[in-house]
């Protein structure tokens, strides 16, 4: 049996893997014998909040931005229209993608300057949706 350890996602494991154990059949894959998740080491938390810091940028801008699509798909429906006022999260439009709805949310409070699309528009990924000023 040997020992390894394994990270998937992020996420590190301890595996023991048994050999088979009859020679005429060696291309056989082994088994895995157990799985047991490891505490992640302490360096991995301090990584952690180097991201954190990313999104202080969207929101440097107070407001201003072109929000687009991060996917292709159908837009369903734009509740915000030119000279809306629009705070930081609020829905500015839903799309749907691989059958599934999706939400374009606006990345910092500003007011809608320019709204590009309209219901029922087939949208390409990088198409520019709206803009916030």
């Not at 505490?39 to 180097?50: F, K, L, T, V, W």
């Given at each position: 049996m040997?020992a390894?350890t394994i990270t998937v996602n992020?996420k590190?494991y301890?595996v023991q893997v048994?050999e088979n154990?009859t020679?005429?059949a060696p291309?056989?894959?082994?088994?895995?014998?157990?799985?047991?998740?490891v505490?992640?080491?302490?360096?991995?938390?301090?990584?952690?909040?180097?991201p954190?810091?990313?999104p202080?940028?969207?929101?440097a801008p107070?407001?201003a931005?072109?929000?687009t699509a991060?996917?292709a798909?159908?837009?369903?429906?734009v509740?915000v229209?030119?000279?809306?006022?629009?705070?930081a999260?609020q829905?500015?439009?839903?799309?749907e993608?691989?059958?599934?709805?999706?939400e374009?949310m606006?990345?910092?409070?500003?007011?809608?300057?320019?709204?590009f699309?309209?219901?029922?528009?087939?949208i390409?990924?990088?198409?520019?949706?709206?803009q916030?000023?």
């Open positions: 040997r390894y992020g590190t301890d048994a154990g020679a005429a291309a056989a894959a082994p088994r895995i014998q157990s799985v047991t998740p505490a992640a080491p302490a360096a991995a938390p301090a990584a952690a909040p180097a954190a810091a990313a202080a940028p969207a929101a107070a407001g931005g072109d929000i991060p996917m798909g159908k837009v369903l429906s509740p229209k030119e000279g809306d006022a629009v705070t999260g829905v500015l439009l839903t799309f993608a691989m059958k599934m709805e999706n374009v606006a990345p910092s409070a500003g007011t809608v300057t320019k709204v699309v309209a219901v029922g528009a087939q390409e990924a990088g198409t520019q949706l709206i916030i000023g």
